[in-house]
């Protein structure tokens, strides 16, 4: 049974590219969530979404961040126009349930040059 | 007031020895609490999960719940130089969908 996965693993951006990172939950799980962990400071809540329904996006800013997860697919964390300060490392958990335990994937970091 | 409180560390302890891990949430409505263990550079590992008062054992793990004093901690027994990482404690709430708030995290090094 595969874990959670992301991709890309690594991904380097200039001021104001966009920056699409996608996440695969393990199999079984409909609940994804994002998080974000800025060097040196903790894990960040910033969205959570089961299929086709953003349940609680509190945690995102407000400009130049979505999130999806369609029918069929990953989840999808898109970054429009991208600052240094979104440099940072961003995770993807999936449950099974609201009450069972999230497993992270392995992270995509991100730099904005 | 962070919701998740943590002490930063270094936590040095010898090789053997038994490692106490602390930490404190100020939302009485958290009812499922995490610990996480996050070596450099990784993604966070899944170590214990605990929702009811008491004391729940995972071969060197023990976690523990005390609601009323809004309080959870995790022992590691027979402490190895491989668990020297960083360990985080989370809080989620169900009818929040259960999206996890972080402590901080505490640092543990285990000398040989």
């Known amino acids: 049974n595969a874990g959670v996965m992301q991709n890309p693993r690594h991904l380097v951006r200039r001021r104001g590219q966009e920056a699409r990172l996608r996440c695969s939950p393990m199999?079984?799980?409909?609940?994804v969530y994002w998080y974000r962990q800025l060097p040196e400071e903790g894990l960040k809540f910033m969205v959570y979404?089961?299929?086709?329904?953003?349940?609680?996006e509190s945690g995102m800013p407000k400009e130049r961040f979505s999130a999806e997860f369609p029918k069929e697919g990953p989840s999808i964390l898109r970054i429009q126009q991208v600052v240094r300060g979104d440099s940072a490392a961003y995770f993807c958990?999936?449950?099974?349930?609201?009450?069972?335990?999230?497993?992270f994937g392995p992270g995509t970091r991100l730099t904005v040059l | 007031q962070k919701e998740v409180e943590q002490n930063s560390g270094p936590l040095s302890v010898p090789e053997g020895a038994i490692a106490s891990l602390n930490c404190t949430y100020s939302?009485?409505?958290?009812?499922?609490f995490f610990w996480y263990r996050q070596y450099s550079g990784k993604s966070p590992e899944l170590i214990m999960f605990?929702?009811?008062?008491g004391d729940k054992e995972d071969g060197r793990f023990t976690a523990q719940l005390n609601k009323a004093s809004q309080y959870v901690s995790l022992l590691i027994r027979d402490s190895q130089p491989s668990d020297s990482a960083t360990y985080l404690c989370a809080g989620g709430r169900e009818a929040a969908g259960n999206k996890l708030t972080f402590g901080g995290g505490t640092r543990v090094l285990v000398k040989p």
């Open positions: 958990a999936s449950s099974p349930s609201t009450s069972g335990e999230q497993f």
């Open positions: 199999k079984g799980h409909s609940h």
């Open positions: 979404l089961q299929k086709e329904n953003i349940i609680d």
């Open positions: 939302d009485r409505g958290s009812q499922s």
């Open positions: 605990i929702y009811s008062n």
